[in-house]
């Protein structure tokens, strides 16, 4: 079993810049692709970022591309979120997710653990 706590969100004027983190505890946070998903109010869950166990691996959807940096540290089991140039609408609450097959994916129903999100409110 894998638990996952995010952490970092808040509200933030439009241009400006957050980090996102998340939290693993368990011991196979390192062989665990890793990914961030949001979903807005009203809309779906969307992929954000992607990340394989090593670091060496990244995707990123493409309306954050660019702006958004996804990482990782493994001696920390610790996931991070970097956001620059914030939209009103990178508004969301920012999940992360693990997938024990440790391969990268978009998809978020390839993933087998969720934190339970936080919220990024990014004002116009």
């Known amino acids: 079993q894998v638990q996952l706590v995010e952490s970092g969100g808040g509200l933030v004027q439009a241009g400006g810049s957050l980090r996102l983190s998340c939290a693993a505890n368990?011991?196979?946070?390192?062989?665990?692709?890793m990914g961030w998903f949001r979903q807005a109010p009203g809309k779906e869950r969307e992929f954000v970022a992607t990340i394989s166990p090593s670091g060496g691996n990244t995707y990123y959807a493409n309306s954050v591309k660019g702006r958004f940096t996804i990482s990782r540290d493994n001696a920390k089991n610790t996931l991070y979120l970097e956001m620059t140039s914030l939209k009103p609408e990178d508004t969301a609450v920012y999940y992360c997710a693990a997938r024990s097959r440790g391969i990268r994916s978009s998809r978020g129903d390839e993933y087998d653990y969720w934190g339970q999100g936080t919220q990024v409110t990014v004002s116009s």
């Open positions: 368990g011991r196979t946070f390192s062989s665990s692709a």
